[in-house]
């Protein structure tokens, strides 16, 4: 098997002092040739690893923003499978790159778990995000993602328990997802106190790397989740590029955007001890 790319990556993290940049692109928005263009040049910009979003009828986690871009998917016939292959043809293009599926739990059901994470493994996908899968259901795809070697990645909100968070750490793998603010995601003015008090309560549980999300969108952001975690991700701003763009332009001005975030210098990673 190969060496897990999540671990790697976030080691080789570690190694350089840097914070993680991980970008969240839609799935086939505005279309799938455009979104196999877009994702070696933002890896080229500057991104540590890739969130690919599966599109969804009923994305309870989405802003506006994602809605769009997946309603748009939806209508271009973006379905799971294709995101699955996409992973495998993007694979030697980017033989380091950790690539994961951001996605909700029924496309996997109708699929079926277990034929879903051996297509997955095939196709060299490295871990899975699925908001609308509680813990206490997570077991047979986590159980059938180890078997793959796929990390299940969970997300955790700054309104989860301290015995939410200490079940959550005790089942993941990969790394763990801080939702910033409670609700759905969206670029925000600022990060938020929040997201500070949950990485401190989610360290004392596990020894994982930490990514913060929702609501960063910028520079200022990604400096300060530095001071707090290993990663930031950076998801509704950028698909708001891709949307204001055509499909020509895409790459370019959504690189630009990434070359802007990570200021041309690593940001030094300063969350972890």
């Known amino acids: 098997m190969v060496e897990n790319r999540i671990a790697a990556k976030f080691a080789q993290l570690r190694d350089e002092g ?36 599966v599109p969804f009828s009923d994305p309870l986690a989405d ?38 599926l951001m996605g909700y739990y029924n496309p996997i059901l109708n699929i079926g778990v277990e034929r879903f994470c051996r297509e997955a493994e095939q196709a060299t996908v490295d871990g ?28 955790l909100a700054p309104t989860s ?4 968070i200490e079940m959550v750490c005790a089942l993941a793998s990969g790394f763990i997802y801080c939702v910033s603010v409670t609700g759905v995601t969206g670029a925000r003015s600022s990060v938020g106190p929040q997201a500070r008090v949950l990485v401190e309560r989610v360290r004392r549980h596990t020894e994982l790397p930490v990514a ?22 950076i998801g509704s701003a950028l698909v708001r590029i891709v949307h ?16 802007e975030i990570v200021g041309g210098a690593p940001v030094p990673l300063e969350g972890v001890v």
């Open 18 to 53: 840097r914070t993680g940049l991980i970008l969240y692109v839609m799935t086939g928005h505005p279309s799938l040739e455009a979104t196999e263009r877009l994702i070696p040049a933002l890896v080229e910009a500057g991104a540590d690893a890739i969130e690919l979003g």
């Open 63 to 100: 802003g506006a923003t994602v809605q769009v871009a997946g309603f748009h998917a939806l209508k271009q016939g973006v379905t799971l499978s294709d995101c699955v292959n996409l992973v495998e043809r993007l694979r030697p293009r980017l033989p380091d790159t950790p690539v994961l």
């Open 128 to 155: 899975l995000i699925i908001p609308d899968l509680p813990s206490e259901e997570a077991a047979p795809l986590a159980d059938a993602a180890g078997r793959s070697g796929i990390d299940l990645i969970p997300l």
């Open 161 to 164: 328990t301290d015995q939410r």
């Open 212 to 233: 913060v999300g929702f609501g960063v969108s910028k520079r200022e952001h990604f400096q300060e989740v530095g001071r707090m975690a290993d990663a930031a991700v």
């Open 244 to 259: 204001e763009s055509t499909p020509e332009e895409a790459a370019e001005r959504a690189s630009a955007f990434v070359s």
